[in-house]
T-cell receptor, first 115, second 113 residues
Framework: NAGVMQNPRHLVRRRGQEARLRCSPV?????VYWYRQLPEEGLKFMVY????????ESGMPKERFSAEFPKEGPSILRIQQVVRGDSAAYFC?????????????FGEGSWLTVV | KQEVTQIPAALSVPEGENLVLNCSFT??????LQWFRQDPGKGLTSLLL?????REQTSGRLNASLDKSSGRSTLYIAASQPGDSATYLC????????????FGKGTKLTVNP
């Protein structure tokens, strides 16, 4: 049973380009979360999605950032017109449907560098 | 707004020593608390999860305690080994159905051979 798979693991983008980060949850998990870890900072919640629905996006910056979790395929975190301050590690996590168990599994992260 | 603080930020100990990592949170209305391990350049591995109704959890050489009323948790590592070197993160989940985790900044542990 594969864990949470994130790709790319490392991504370099020039200022103004777009970054797309993909996350495939653990098989059978319907809840996906994205967290951001800035240098020397703790992980900060960004968004919580279930299939085709955004449940909580209270941690998402108001502009340039969007996330989706389509019926088929991985969850995507999209950052438009990247700036240097977007350089960070982006972690995806998944958990099973509510009531099954309450363990959350994290991927190994996608490291975004904006130059 | 929930805030999680971890002390110390970094800790260096000789191999074999027992050690305690501390975590405090400002809002005691939590659903659960988890301790994670993060290796450099890697993701997070869940070590122990304590439900709000529980006082402690144990796994091997690790023991985590929770005092919800005072907003504190400790992670005790017995007989530390160099392989324990990593950053240890504490995170809480709020009551009320929110499933998002609020993390501390972590304690970076180095166990010297």
């Amino acid at each position: 049973n594969a864990g949470v798979m994130q790709n790319p693991r490392h991504l370099v983008r020039r200022r103004g380009q777009e970054a797309r980060l993909r996350c495939s949850p653990v098989k059978g998990h319907s809840h996906v979360y994205w967290y951001r870890q800035l240098p020397e900072e703790g992980l900060k919640f960004m968004v919580y999605l279930q299939k085709e629905n955004i449940i909580d996006e209270s941690g998402m910056p108001k502009e340039r950032f969007s996330a989706e979790f389509p019926k088929e395929g991985p969850s995507i975190l999209r950052i438009q017109q990247v700036v240097r301050g977007d350089s960070a590690a982006y972690f995806c996590a998944s958990s099973p449907p509510t009531g099954v168990e309450n363990t959350i599994y994290f991927g190994e992260g996608s490291w975004l560098t904006v130059v | 707004k929930q805030e999680v603080t971890q002390i110390p930020a970094a800790l260096s100990v000789p191999e074999g020593e027992n050690l305690v990592l501390n975590c405090s949170f400002t809002d005691s209305a939590i659903y659960n608390l988890q301790w994670f391990r993060q290796d450099p350049g890697k993701g997070l591995t869940s070590l122990l999860l304590i439900q709000s109704s529980q006082r402690e959890q144990t796994s091997g050489r690790l023991n985590a305690s929770l005092d919800k009323s005072s907003g504190r948790s400790t992670l005790y590592i017995a007989a530390s080994q160099p392989g324990d070197s990593a950053t240890y993160l504490c995170a809480v989940t709020a009551q009320g159905g929110s499933e998002k985790l609020v993390f501390g900044k972590g304690t970076k542990l180095t166990v010297n051979p």
